[in-house]
């Protein structure tokens, strides 16, 4: 059974582009969240997707945006791109929305803007 | 409001030695507990989690947690460390029952480094 898929693994962008992240979850699982990564943070929660609606969402600005597909997959873009937006973009996915299985996570993206 | 703590930004300990990882945690109902490793470069990793029952939970790797409910903690542990099991761990729980904040919540962390 195939993994959580992120793509790409790497982005260097500059400050005020946008960038569009992919995740593909495990075959099967309807719920993708993203979380930011950074040393200083930790894990911050971004959004949850479920059955392509947004359920969740953490306290990011505006400029972090997402959306899920019927097949699941998701992305999320990030408009504006500030230098406090290099961080790990991890995405995970579960087989329900509120499920007490664990969540799944794939391999990040490593943005880097600069 | 839920919460979770990992009161350690970093733990050292020798191969061969028991190690304890500390979580304590704050939900208003009952909690559903996970613990993950993450190491260089990577995701995330699923290690073990409480649901219910048991309070002792063993999880991959050889690694095991306490629920303690009157302490509201879920500690990891594992009885002899190895060298491989230096990473970054996280608690999480999510508040079982809850409709409009149903998120896994995340501690910060705990760098844990096995020492030869």
């Known amino acids: 059974k195939a993994g959580v898929t992120q793509t790409p693994r790497y982005l260097i962008k500059t400050r005020g582009q946008q960038v569009t992240l992919s995740c593909s979850p495990i075959?099967?699982?309807?719920?993708v969240s993203w979380y930011q990564q950074t040393p200083g943070q930790g894990l911050q929660f971004l959004f949850e997707?479920?059955?392509?609606?947004?359920?969740n969402k953490g306290n990011f600005p505006g400029r972090f945006s997402g959306r899920q597909f019927s097949n699941s997959r998701s992305e999320m873009n990030v408009s504006t791109l500030e230098l406090g937006d290099s961080a790990l973009y991890l995405c995970?996915?579960?087989?329900?929305?509120?499920?007490?299985?664990?969540?799944?996570f794939g391999q990040g993206t490593r943005l880097t803007v600069v | 409001a839920q919460s979770v703590a990992q009161p350690e930004d970093q733990v050292n300990v020798a191969e061969g030695n028991p190690l304890t990882v500390k979580c304590t945690y704050s939900?208003?109902?009952?909690?559903?507990l996970f613990w993950y490793v993450q190491y260089p470069n990577r995701g995330l990793q699923f290690l073990l989690k409480?649901?219910?029952?048991d309070n002792l939970v063993k999880g991959s790797y050889g690694f095991e947690a306490e629920f303690n409910k009157s302490q509201t903690s879920f500690h990891l542990k594992k009885p002899s460390a190895l060298v491989s099991d230096s990473a970054l761990y996280f608690c999480?729980?999510?508040?079982?029952?809850?409709?409009?904040?149903?998120?896994?919540?995340w501690g910060a962390g705990t760098k844990l480094i096995i020492k030869p």
């Open positions: 997707y479920f059955s392509e609606t947004q359920r």
């Open positions: 939900v208003s109902g009952n909690p559903y």
């Open positions: 075959s099967g699982h309807r719920s």
């Open positions: 999480a729980v999510r508040d079982r029952g809850q409709d409009s904040n149903y998120q896994l919540i």
């Open positions: 995970a996915s579960s087989r329900t929305l509120r499920d007490d299985t664990e969540a799944f």
């Open positions: 409480y649901i219910t029952g």
